[in-house]
Nanobody, 116 residues
Framework: QVQLVESGGGTVRAGGALRLSCEASGRIPSINSMGWYRQALGNEREEVASTTTLGTSYYLHSVKGRFTVSRDDAQNTVYLEMNNLKPEDTAVYYC??????????WGKGTLVTVSS
């Protein structure tokens, strides 16, 4: 069973920065990617950023240049460095781990609130 534990959410003013962390534990088969999704109130969950085992990365258009996703494979940990945060970045951020089989695992989520 794979478990994901997120940390690093909080409240910050517009223009500020936060760093999210997510550590995976348990029996982890081959990983395809690790990354972050978010869900704002009333909206659907969207993929924010992810990085594959091959080293490729994906970023939501609205966060490009402000957010950076990185992984520490030795620690099975993925990070999301968020800079120049905007009120529209306010959401619950979920860690995602996708296996080569396509199976997805999710963290419980961490709330990021950006005040104007």
């Amino acid at each position: 069973q794979v478990q994901l534990v997120e940390s690093g959410g909080g409240t910050v003013r517009a223009g500020g920065a936060l760093r999210l962390s997510c550590e995976a534990s348990g029996r982890i088969p081959s990983i395809n990617s690790m990354g972050w999704y978010r869900q704002a109130l009333g909206n659907e969950r969207e993929e924010v950023a992810s990085t594959t085992t091959l080293g490729t990365s994906y970023y939501l258009h609205s966060v490009k240049g402000r957010f950076t996703v990185s992984r520490d494979d030795a620690q099975n940990t993925v990070y999301l460095e968020m800079n120049n945060l905007k009120p529209e970045d306010t959401a619950v951020y979920y860690c995602n781990l996708r296996l080569l089989t396509g199976m997805n695992y999710w963290g419980k989520g961490t709330l990021v609130t950006v005040s104007s």
